[in-house]
């Protein structure tokens, strides 16, 4: 006799053996549960794999060019590229697998498909043509536990509310601000010993600390100021920047990641997490017990006195001072630090600026203070900071995703002149660090630090003046850098009042014969030098 769930089908008898059956038997009815969803999940993947070849068609797309890796996943490349972190070579290695692979392809690693490109092309698409095409992504979860929600952090209507909020408090009290950068300059240069070798970045850090501390909460930490704290600084604004940095490391490399940023983190992460948001904290709180949200705009001295009149919750408020702080401390001393070392390693150019500077404020005992307009004055001095941005960008990492199917206009097709599908949810990241490299862009001496590339009055050999979105030193589009003007103010009037001091630096010996793009580098959110600026100041 066969089975009674063998039964002709559609018969009364059958349909209540066989339910009976399923039933009783979950095994069964998990494997139909199982097979249904692995047929419907199939069916989706060939109607979404039909709906991109007809988009891929539609649009002239080509294929990518394909990242090579040899285990299962590219296992390989992310062994690689966490030995690659830990010798502080990451950048240097970006930069090889872009000459290795091209300007534009895809990655597959962990199961997660995404496309990077440094193509000046593309770059413009994500974030000017079709910025409303394309969101953080990731970046978001990513950076939350560290930065909240703030100008960083945020996509579409907060992040457009929090850039309106933020843009005027860049022209807010300037007078006072350039008097705090004066002052806080003068406490630099007086840091620095004559005739005696120093680390000058944690003094930048110190420096870019009390200035943003200033333009934040309307009175400065004055890291530098004392005597005692000239080396050192105080246990707590040291304790909150080391934990600030481990943080940024832990941010960087969770990114890396992508999708998957979850797997790196931790109790260590959360602790130094915790250390920065205390810091922050004390501040906000310490001014919401004095600030007034119905005080008048007279009364206004900082960002924060700003915020509190929009809000007085303490998570926004801290929030949003974390990520002005972010841009305003790290990016500035960074900048500042690469400068000074690539000035103690070309004599030439050190020399010729600083004869712009004596032409114009003068140098030594025989000098005046430069002000705005006199630092407006000093084209070499800015042909300087262009290079040292092109060479050290603030953010030399960066990404979008892909909120619908889109396209990139090149990187597709054998060639790559193509145009690129880029998938619904798809990751791009973009170098601004390697695209600065690009010899077809700036010349066979794209490595070389050499100011002098963006003089218009000189012959090079590659004219620079229409490189348009080939140059993002403060990023582009609508989410252009907010504080590029009051930074560039910043960085130089310290690069003339040392320049006006000391006559000539002299690198340390252990990092004379390291070439440019070959340091030691400490990659974050931003680019600093893990060994520092150590030089030698003769007055």
Known sequence: MSPAWFKTPGTPEAEYTMSTHLRESPSLGFIVAVTVMVLYLTFQRLNTKRAETLFQQSHGCGPPRLLQYKWPFALDLVFEAFRIIEEKQAMQWFVNIFDRTGPTFEQKILGVQSIDTVEPENIETILSDQFSVYGLGARTPTFAPLLGSGIFTQDAAPWKHSRDMLRPLFSLNRANIFTQVEEHTEHLVNCVPTNDFIDLQPLFFQFTFDTTTFLLFGKSLNSLQSASTRHVASAGEAQFSESFRIAQDYLFRRSRLGGQYWLIGGKDF??????????????VQEALLVGNQDCEATDVRSFLDALIQTTRDPRILRDQLLNVLLAGRDTTACCLTWTFRLLAQHPGVFAKLRSEIRAIVGVGEESKLPDRNSLKRMTYL???????????????????????????????????????MIKKGECVGYSVYVMHRLKKLYGEDADLFRPERWDPDVNNPVNLKDIGWGYLPFNGGPRVCLGQEFAL??????????????????????????????????????IASTNGCRVKAVE
């Not at 959360?270 to 501040?283: E, L």
């Not at 006006?500 to 990092?511: G, I, W």
């Open 270 to 283: 959360r602790k130094h997490c915790s250390i920065v948001h205390r810091f922050i904290d004390q501040a």
């Open 382 to 420: 800015n042909l300087v900071f262009k290079e040292v941005l092109r060479l050290y960008p603030s953010v030399p990492l960066n990404s979008r995703s892909a909120l619908e199917a889109t396209t990139l206009p090149t990187g597709g097709g054998p060639d790559g002149t193509k145009p690129l």
């Open 489 to 526: 103010l910043e960085a130089g009037y310290v690069v003339v009042r040392m320049l006006q001091k000391f006559r000539s630096l002299e690198l340390d010996p252990r990092d004379k014969d390291v070439a440019v793009g070959a340091e030691n580098q400490e990659v974050t959110l931003v």
